[in-house]
């Protein structure tokens, strides 16, 4: 978990091709009280899950160091 401000921001990752909801990241939400939560992946391409769960290409990561927009 990091902390942004005032906002609680969970990570995860994932060894898919694209990310998709599973249960565990409602629990995560909730258990932790998380305002976002970032699912970094493998892949190029940088997509919504929900309005509160991002799947973040691991280049972009590397490549920039800033997940959260």
Same mark, same amino acid.
């Given at each position: =978990?990091? /902390?942004?401000?005032? *906002?609680?921001?969970? /990570?995860?990752?994932?060894? /898919? +091709? @694209?990310?998709?909801?599973?249960?565990? =990241?409602?629990? @995560?939400?909730?258990?932790? *009280?998380?305002?976002?939560? #970032? #699912?970094?992946? !493998? *892949?190029v391409?940088? $997509?919504?899950?929900? +309005?509160?769960? +991002? @799947? /973040?290409?691991? @280049? *972009?990561?590397?490549?920039?160091? #800033? !997940? $959260?927009?």
């Open positions: =978990m990091l /902390v942004k401000g005032s *906002e609680r921001i969970g /990570v995860a990752r994932k060894r /898919v +091709d @694209a990310p998709q909801l599973s249960p565990w =990241m409602w629990v @995560a939400l909730q258990n932790l *009280e998380l305002h976002r939560l #970032v #699912v970094i992946y !493998p *892949e391409q940088r $997509f919504p899950l929900t +309005d509160r769960i +991002d @799947a /973040v290409p691991l @280049a *972009e990561i590397a490549g920039k160091g #800033v !997940p $959260f927009r």
